[in-house]
């Protein structure tokens, strides 16, 4: 079972950045890796992915150009997530997700398998 763990949370003033890493617990070459967030009171929401062969990235509107989902080429088993502009908004957990059944990254949280513990980020003006 692949063990996924997330770092790189903490708070941040508006318009700052933040990265957060996802190390999985084995090889993740076959696999699409995910980020989603919640925050209080709110329904989970999809963030984007990757398809780890190929790197293909997909995001949701309310990050896309803003947030960058990346693999680490020195450590193979870690994906990024690369957060600019910040916004109070974007406050949430925020949770690394891992798949290795589809040919392409699904949409829906409910197709992810492996979930991360969380990391928080805060933003605050």
């Known amino acids: 079972q692949l063990q996924l763990v997330e770092s790189g949370g903490g708070s941040v003033q508006v318009g700052g950045s933040l990265r957060l890493s996802c190390t999985a617990s084995s090889n993740i070459d076959d696999y699409c890796m995910g980020w989603f967030r919640q925050a209080p009171g709110k329904e989970r929401e999809r963030v984007g992915s990757i398809y780890v062969d190929g790197g293909a990235t997909n995001y949701a509107d309310s990050v896309k150009g803003r947030f960058a989902i990346s693999r680490d080429i020195a450590n193979a088993n870690t994906v990024y997530l690369e957060m600019n502009s910040l916004k109070p908004e974007d406050t949430a957990m925020y949770y690394c997700?891992?798949?290795?059944?589809?040919?392409?990254?699904?949409?829906?949280?409910?197709?992810?398998?492996?979930w991360g513990q969380g990391t928080q980020v805060t933003v605050s003006s």
């Open positions: 997700v891992a798949d290795s059944r589809f040919a392409r990254c699904p949409v829906a949280a409910s197709n992810f398998r492996y």
